[in-house]
């Protein structure tokens, strides 16, 4: 990691867990980039991609963006039904060509007809494979899955599977039968919709001794069913499986191969769930698996965070709760000593444009030594069409203790080592404004700066009073309120590096913040004070709202960041960048 | 020395850097921003080739550099063969080796970087595809569709560049 960056803890449904130390490699998987993270309102709490429950929403061509129903999906064994497939040589489309048109006996240039002669064939325009080289060919352009169908369900893998079905039908359908009958008795863990799991769940109970399936009622009629399940004949399989474990065809071809290129690699070969010839000149042509539209659903309160919509050529959200609409949006840039405090704040402005420039400016560079101290800029971006109050703690970061063996023959005394680095960052509480369009700022001008005398009137320590507008020369305050441009905040903060430390700078932060839960009219806005005080108990009356009978509720929130500023170099090459990998 | 020879028939913007010697020829079209330095050999393109914007054409021997009829060169290609032959295609962005050679019909893919250690002749039909560089052979098929449809390109660029960019 180059770049300084932020990332969010999703407690990921444990009420009472702390985040995990940001500095070992093994808790990255429960930090999080903001754009990766959904807030659900109902619980008012973080969800991860790890915990949200997701479920299909349908089914589509990658290719075509055709829309595939679900009742079609099992037949078409997930596959798209129509012209799409895949070159087996390199994994891109393949495209429907006519070949060419015969050439006339003295080489004179043929008019081309724009339809096509036939026969077609399938012809990739990456690495230039054509299915002829395999024998496939068409006679119409169209529907090719049809014309494919036949050779297909010839195949031995397709003809196993179903008389693996076949067998397994008729004890399916007792089963799901009996247990539809007592289905009112039975809780509804019991009932498999599903007749594979069904018929899953009773092979993991036929297998352990004594053990049947638990059912909390035993009934006569439960008692008769059981001994139909237990007697499922044996499965023979249609071919013996000793004859297609044979692979002396291979051996041939492998005997007979000039260069290791007539070879088909794993890649190509694993799709196939049958053994099939080792050559690359046999790899056919595969039809384009289809992809998954989903929804996610908050985990405890089953509202729907994400919704796609129906169509699989918009790439946008019916419903869309995420987590960028509530949070602040931070963002992080390291001013070194040398650069002057103002133009890091513009640059600060762009969050986005943040990142670009600290990888490609070489004064940015990320490396810091030890012994010296280094402030850094936090950017909050409010999302909200409230103010809101944030208060950030750093955490201390946790003291690691290394078992150290000591000569004695006693036990290993845990020897503490000092955290490398210390932070200091504002502790008292900062308010943001709230979002406004663009176009609101022409008029709001002057509100939002009476805004700021207000704030600052306010504030209880002494440096902030000084800085009412961004901070200017490099001897200014590093730490406490920078600046607030419309809707974000800049702190400035500072971290000071031990002369022994080594590693990344990565030290964890409670951020509280305050917001009112539910949408107020843009009307609003002007009544307010601006001060955003947390225990603002009025209410707008309720006409105001246009007759909504929710309360506006103050609510707070908390969430642990970890930040990230970058490595120390080493110790022993000092005034060269060094970076360890 | 400067020696520049460009046929009557072909189509070169204004735009273009030539250096050293270079010779095109018939019905060839050069695109603006092509850079073709001839200087420590002379350069010559043949027939009815394509040469796209950003086209870079180094010739590092003093052997002339010979490049055959209805060549494609897309955007952004570099090119340092010491000989191409005809009916080829070097893909956007893709960078050919002073070592290699390309016979006829070849398909150099985007981005392909074909820097092989010692002097190497692709074969004919040779397609290079891939962030690795994987070659297969091409059977041949389609052949005359795309010499129909490289030939419709031709036309095309020879009525629609003059009337955007200067001679």
Known sequence: MSAPSLKIYCPCLDPNSLPPPPNLPSSSHSYHEIHDLYFCEECDLIRCNRCVSVEVSGYYCPNCLFEVPSASVRGEKNRCARNCFLCPSCKNTLIVVPSDPPESADGRIMTINTLGDPPFFLYCSHCRWDSAEVGITFEKPTSLANQLQKHEDSAPDSLEFERLKEHFEPFIRASSASSSASHHLRTAQHVHSNPITAAASDALSRDVPGVSKYNPLSRSRVGRDKSNRDEMPEYRSRMDVSLTGSDTANVQHLLMIESPDEIATLEQRWINSWTSSVLVNDLKPLRIPLHSKKSKRCPTCRHILIKPEQKPQSVRFKIKIAATGYLPLMAISLPFLNNNLATTAKRSTRPGATWEEDRNSPSINPVMFGGRTYPFVLSFTNPMYDPIQIRINALRSPVSTTTVQTDETGPAQPEKRRPPFAITLPTYAFSVAAFAEAWEYDEDDDMIEDEHADLVDDRRHASASTNSGPARGGKAKTVGV????????????????????????????MVTFTYRNDTV???????????????????????????????????????????DLGRIAQRNVEGSIDERR | KERIIIHSKSITCADVELRGEVTIGQGTVVHPKVVIFGHTGPV?????????EGTVIINRRKEVLHIGDNNLFEIGCRVESPSIGDWNTIGVRARVHHTLRISSRCVIGAGCVVAPVEDEVLGEYTVVYGPEAERRTWSGRGRVQEDDLRRKHLEYLREMIPKFNRM
Request: hydrophobic share 30%; proline share 4%; charged share 25%.
């Open chain 1, 482 to 509: 920078l600046e607030k441009k419309a809707n974000t905040t800049f702190i400035g903060g500072e971290v000071v590096i031990g002369k022994e430390a080594q590693g990344d700078v990565k030290f964890l932060t």
């Open chain 1, 521 to 563: 009219d843009e009307v609003d806005l002007g009544d307010e004070d601006g001060d955003g005080s947390p225990v603002r108990t009025t209410n707008p009356s309720s006409s105001v709202l246009g007759g909504a009978n929710k309360q506006p509720e103050i609510r707070t929130f908390s969430y642990y960041v970890v930040v």
């Open chain 2, 44 to 52: 010559v393109i043949g027939t009815n080739c394509i040469l796209e």
